[in-house]
């Protein structure tokens, strides 16, 4: 297991505790910080390929969306005919119990979390073998084929969208709602955090970051690149699931290409936040979202109509300016907080070279 | 089976017909996205968003009441510009980039460009009437657009036009040089700086005239740039970057599949088909290659 230092051992704590409290403390941004914390899960799992395996994946959003249909379908489907209940208005006829609820939507995220996982699997052995910008395309394009074919099938809805479960109406306290939502989210983001950690100090991110820098010579030395690829997928794949699971409760209507697939948003998001951020480190995706998400919220009202505009421009001067993010701008600042040893004459040998 | 299409034969001619015609147009955007990928290495997925936007300017002649048809003139020669003003601003800063780096900013583009056009000309499907009639084949059974007939016309002869622009003029000459070896063609004299304005302004162009026939053949909407561009991506990774007759049948090939997945699978699962098309051959290609140990580059 990891060992934490005194200094870490702080800092950590302090989150949690700040993260427990923070729905009774800013009690009217409930559902924002629920935002946050999958956020930051979307963004750190993105930050595993992207940053980490040099693969900039597009298809993220498939096993997002795949989780929000699944956590609802199991939800409806364990109690009541799930056609029925997507025709017309089911949500009114059949209602759930308490139990039920919490029961369907126990089940229903334990199905969203596995199943995209087994999903990233099987395509992955394909999809994997393409390299570079081919993989962003196709992935790119199998998250919209994804909300196409899915805007089509009538049991989930197809183009009218899904409604999903009401939470039930027995429990009075009207914040209950809002803070079930957020400390699923809370504990999903806690749980990503230290599953990342842990691959973090891990000779699989050593695999994941030889992958990146050199794929043919990593497979030269003996690494099985595939089977490390899959595998960084799958875990992916399976906290995106959940992300979207959890997503799907809280806005609780699903649209097939506006809010599950939604490769628009969402997935240019995780992109967005991780670059933001830094990809390639443990802490640059978290500030990036939470950066990005604290921007849009602010910014998005103030222009309203325009945001999506502010939001291509973003990207745009983003990329074009800052590729490497906070923490590679950071990085390059103050080198020494990163733990790297900078010889000077190294340095100015190197410049005279320039 | 019973798929209408296998039971009436007629339908199948009149598939291919559509889908013929309508390649012959997907040919010419992918003509565009070949050139700037062959000559700057990038992948512009605004692409599609500049084919909408060549469509809008040709609508928007319509509302003032000139023919849509003089689109095709009047189109790509504002978006030359446009294509200019875009390079100036955003793509002269990735071309020497990582290609996801200029996946990335031109998807940031293309979002601006979809929400401006959202603004200006509305959230409506629109199209523009040319009122050519239509021709009746086979006693009536298969009917074809004339504005169809005319939009693949004008798109084989906009490519022949430019095919020998590209072959004989001084600035044709500078992107083939550009493309083959920039740095030795900057050695040599060549300005490449503007001959990427330039090519980024011809492909921006080239998106011009497709919109301004796919205004008056088919229809237009702020969001449906991104499946041209797939559609054009799809073509190339085919047909090769540089090679136009393989550019043509490809583009045919993808209009034929487009029409049948449209008759068979049904019409609301058509852009699906598409995406799941290029998913598909990129996956073939991949296979095919991984036995020789290679991948696609």
């Keep these: 297991m990891v060992k934490l230092k005194q200094k870490d051992l702080i800092l950590y704590s302090g989150l949690i505790i700040l993260g427990l409290a923070a729905p009774y403390l800013f009690s009217a941004f409930k559902v924002q910080l629920t935002y946050l914390c999958v956020l930051i899960v979307l963004a750190m799992t993105w930050n595993l390929q992207g940053g980490e395996m040099g693969y900039n994946t597009f298809g993220n959003i498939l096993f997002y969306g795949l989780g929000m249909y699944l956590t609802a379908s199991v939800q409806v489907g364990m109690f009541f005919p799930l056609a029925e ?43 994997l073998g393409l390299r570079g910008h081919y993989f962003a395309i196709c992935t790119l394009g199998l998250g919209i084929a994804a909300g196409e074919i899915a805007g089509g099938i009538e049991i989930i809805g197809a183009g009218q969208g ?4 009401p939470f039930p109406a027995e429990i009075v306290d009207t914040e209950a709602r809002g803070k079930f939502f957020y400390f699923l989210s809370f504990a999903l983001l806690v749980g990503t955090f230290i599953f990342v950690k842990y691959i973090y100090s891990s000779r699989f991110r050593l695999i ?29 794949a399976f906290f995106c699931g959940l992300a979207g699971g959890i997503m799907g409760g809280l806005i609780g209507y699903i649209d097939s290409t506006d809010v599950a697939f939604d490769g628009r948003e969402m997935g240019v998001f995780m992109v967005l936040m991780a670059i933001l951020g ?7 995706p978290v500030i990036g979202a939470t950066l990005f998400h604290f921007f849009k919220e602010g910014l998005w009202t103030l222009i309203l109509g325009w945001q999506y505009v502010a939001l291509g421009v973003l990207i745009v001067v983003i990329v074009v300016y800052f590729p490497e993010g906070l923490m590679g701008w950071l990085r390059e600042k103050y080198p020494e907080r990163f733990g790297e ?11 005279e070279l320039k | 089976m019973d798929f209408l299409i296998f039971k009436a034969p007629m339908l199948m001619v009149q ?45 928007t002649m319509y509302l003032a009441g000139i023919h849509p048809a003089w689109g095709v003139i009047v189109s790509p020669i504002i978006m030359f510009f446009v294509g200019w003003a875009l390079y100036k601003l955003v793509i002269n800063k990735v071309v020497d980039r990582d290609l996801f780096i200029s996946i990335l900013a ?46 693949a016309f004008i798109s084989v002869l906009y490519a022949i036009a430019l095919v020998v622009y590209m072959k004989k003029s001084r600035l044709g000459r500078a992107i083939r040089a550009t493309a083959q070896n920039a740095r030795a063609a900057k050695i040599l004299g060549v300005d490449t700086e503007k001959v990427y304005a330039a090519t980024f302004g011809i492909n921006a162009a080239l998106c011009g005239i497709a919109g301004a026939l796919i205004s008056i053949t088919l229809t237009l909407h702020p969001y449906v740039g991104l499946p041209y561009t797939v559609r054009s991506f799809m073509i190339v990774i085919v047909a090769g970057l540089g090679n136009l007759p393989a550019v043509a049948v490809s583009g045919m090939g993808l209009g034929l599949f487009e029409e049948f997945a449209d008759y068979i699978l049904g019409t609301e699962f058509r852009i699906g088909a598409v995406f799941m098309l290029l998913v598909f051959i990129l996956v073939y290609r991949r296979f095919k290659l991984s036995k020789k140990r290679e991948y696609l580059k």
């Design chain 1, 85 to 127: 209940w997507t025709e017309s208005g089911g949500e009114k006829t059949f209602v759930h119990t308490t139990a039920q609820y919490f029961q369907g939507i126990g089940v229903g995220l334990l199905v969203s979390a596995i199943v995209p996982a087994i999903v990233a699997g099987a395509i992955g052995y394909a999809i």
């Design chain 1, 162 to 165: 899904f409604t999903t479960p």
């Design chain 1, 208 to 236: 994941l970051n030889a992958i990146r820098d050199n794929e043919d010579k990593a497979e030269a030395m003996g690494i099985q690149t595939m089977k490390y690829k899959i595998v960084g997928w799958m875990c992916s």
């Design chain 1, 278 to 284: 830094g990809k390639g480190t443990l802490w640059g």
């Design chain 1, 341 to 351: 040893v900078i010889d000077e004459k190294d340095r100015k040998a190197q410049v």
């Design chain 2, 15 to 59: 598939a291919s017909l559509d889908g013929i015609l309508l390649g012959i147009l997907f040919a010419l955007i992918a003509y565009g996205m070949a050139l700037q990928w062959g000559v700057m290495n990038i992948i512009n997925i605004a692409q599609g968003d500049l084919v909408i936007l060549g469509g809008y300017i040709a609508y």
């Design chain 2, 106 to 151: 031109t998807f940031g583009i293309a979002i601006v460009f979809q929400q401006l056009m959202n603004f200006i000309f509305g959230a409506d499907v629109v199209v523009a009437q040319s009122e050519y009639g239509t021709t009746m084949l086979f006693d009536n059974s298969v009917t074809l657009p004339n504005s169809k007939i005319f939009s």
